[in-house]
């Protein structure tokens, strides 16, 4: 075994000669937020979406925060969508979980952070996390969609820190 330094990318930029400036959103950012409450029902189906708030497509996704009663039965990943303006639906195919998968909301939680983006895509934004060429400029809506359905009714607040 051996003991090593490895940095970065923003460190590696920071120490090259001539230095290289990273990203404002990984190095010096700001973190914004966006939040909402919804009110899940007893019986709400497989499928079912439940709409918190909106995120610029140029945002860096920080931590989603989530707390919720115990909905019996029901799990959850969560999404991404176009606003209702811009047609309402999942982004492609990779927006399927893009922000998290395998949520059980069974049982009651408060400010449990829950984020499954894989380490190579750990300073992507919004735009690139779904594969696009380039940041469409607009807003994607977070949106908790059930896998399972749910047997209780309650709340459910989900809060995304993003940074741009």
Do not use: C
């Not at 990203?23 to 973190?31: F, R, W």
């Not at 019986?43 to 708030?53: M, P, T």
């Not at 380490?119 to 809506?141: C, T």
């Amino acid at each position: 075994m051996a003991i090593v330094t490895t940095k970065s990318g923003v460190i590696t930029n920071r120490d090259s000669t001539p230095v290289v400036l990273a990203n404002d959103y990984l190095a010096k950012s700001v973190t914004l937020h966006a939040t909402g409450v919804v009110a899940a029902a007893n019986g709400d189906s497989i499928g079912s979406a439940y709409k918190f708030a909106s995120i610029p497509s140029n945002a860096f996704v920080v931590a989603v925060i989530l707390a919720n009663d115990a909905i019996t039965s029901a799990s959850a990943t969560i999404d991404l969508y176009d606003t209702t303006a811009n047609g309402g639906a999942i982004v492609p195919s990779t927006g399927s979980g893009v922000i998290s998968t395998a949520i059980s909301l069974a049982t009651a939680t408060t400010d449990r952070f829950t984020m499954t983006v894989s380490n190579p895509n750990g300073e992507k934004r919004v735009w690139e996390l779904l594969g696009l060429s380039a940041d469409p400029v607009k807003y994607y809506d977070i949106v908790m969609t059930l896998t399972a359905a749910s047997t209780a009714a309650g709340s459910i607040s989900l809060s995304v820190l993003y940074s741009q």
